[in-house]
Structure formats: C-alpha cells, structure tokens
C-alpha cells in the first residue's frame, strides 16, 4: 500500500512569504506528526494530531507556524512571514493509533529553502 | 529536557566487519528505545524497538542492546554490506507520550 506521502517535495519561498506543507498520512492511521530536521541534525518534534484533534503542539517554534487537520486525514503544516531560520527539511510521520511504542512511519520530506 | 547522544563522528568501516553505534540519554529513563535508519533525502525508515526491561533485541543482522544503568543503547550491524550504509537515529520517548525525542543520528560509511 501507500505510504506516507509529503508536498511539494522541495519549495523555495522568499523571505516574508507564506508557505503551506502538505502531508497525506497511509490511510487509516490516527496519529500524525509534524517534524523539523535541520541540515546535520535529528528531526525535532513540531505539533501531533490525533484524528483532527491537535493534542501537543509545544514543539512550533512561534506562533507563525500552524498547522491544521480538519477532516482527521490530510494534515497542512502553514508557515507564515517566513525567515531563513526555517530553511530545513520538513517530516510527517503516521501512526495507527499514536498509542506508546508505536512504529512512526515517515513521508520522504519537504525541503523548505528560505531566500 | 532529555538530552540523546549519539556518535558525533562518522563510522568509517570495512564490508564483513561489525559496526557498534552508541546513544546515550541523560535525565529521565525513557520506557523504550527505538532505532531508525536515513538514507540522504529520504524519511527516517524504523527498525527495532527495545523495551526498558529488555537488555537485547535482535532482527536478522541487527542487534541492539539497553542499559538503563549506564543510560546507553548500542546498536551493532553484523557482517555489514555497503548497502548498509545511512544515517542511524535513535529515538526515545518524551514522557510517556507518543512523541519521539531524536538523537542527532550517527553517519555510517560500509567500504567494499
């Protein structure tokens, strides 16, 4: 079956512009997780959902990272005012239920280049 | 916070040889341990998961080891191939949630 799918695959944006993220989680998974790796470094947690219920959201940098799931499926990670600062490599990751050691399964990434 | 430590150099090693990456955690004791493999431009793949009160787990040619004591996790890869080389991460539960909490990741380079 599919796996977790992410786009665009890359995305340039100039600094001040808006940029919106999308992930497509293996159909049927509850859990959904935002992550943000920097060039050298592990991923670092942004926000997770369950179903459409953003339930932590402690890892978004500032409040001009957002990110939405209405529908408990497709999930958008918004990024308003961008700065280089958040030039980095975008994951989302999927699980079953989101229950305590469960296996994430990861999208390919955006790669988010701020001008 | 917890704090993840994994081998900040690279792992230079030859094919057949046995590779040993370490990740070391300070603060609390996480309940489990997970391992991951990157290859460049692709999403963290899981591989094992070890349980707090497991001291070893193996997959095929893989073997990872928790020492809550020494609040380490070796990860070796036995009779390693070329195509084993990738970025290894390991990653640890952030207080009981289901959020991962990453080390930095550990480059290994497999020569032929």
């Known amino acids: 079956g599919a796996g977790v799918s992410q786009s665009p695959r890359y995305k340039v944006a100039k600094r001040g512009q808006d940029v919106a993220l999308r992930c497509d989680p293996i159909?049927?998974?509850?859990?959904l997780f935002w992550y943000q790796q920097a060039l050298g470094q592990g991923p670092e947690f942004l926000t997770y959902?369950?179903?459409?219920?953003?339930?932590?959201k402690s890892g978004l940098p500032s409040d001009r990272f957002f990110a939405e799931r209405p529908e408990g499926s497709v999930s958008t990670l918004k990024i308003q005012r961008t700065q280089q600062e958040d030039s980095a490599v975008y994951l989302c990751?999927?699980?079953?239920?989101?229950?305590?050691?469960?296996?994430?399964?990861f999208g390919p990434g955006t790669r988010l280049l701020v001008l | 916070s917890q704090k993840i430590e994994q081998n900040s150099e690279a792992l230079n090693i030859q094919e057949g040889k046995t590779a040993t990456l370490t990740c070391n955690y300070t603060?609390?004791?996480?309940?489990?341990l997970q391992w991951y493999r990157q290859d460049p431009g692709r999403g963290p793949v899981f591989l094992l998961l070890?349980?707090?009160?497991?001291k070893e787990k193996r997959k095929e040619r893989l073997k990872v080891t928790f020492d809550t004591t020494l609040k380490q996790s070796l990860f070796h890869i036995t009779a390693s191939q070329p195509a084993d080389s990738a970025t290894y991460l390991c990653?640890?539960?952030?207080?009981?949630?289901?959020?991962?909490?990453f080390g930095k990741g550990t480059m290994l380079l497999v020569s032929p």
């Open positions: 990751a999927s699980s079953t239920t989101g229950q305590y050691q469960e296996t994430q399964y």
């Open positions: 159909s049927g998974h509850v859990s």
């Open positions: 959902f369950q179903n459409e219920a953003q339930l932590d």
């Open positions: 603060n609390y004791s996480p309940a489990y």
């Open positions: 070890i349980r707090e009160n497991e």
């Open positions: 990653a640890l539960d952030m207080e009981g949630y289901s959020t991962l909490t």
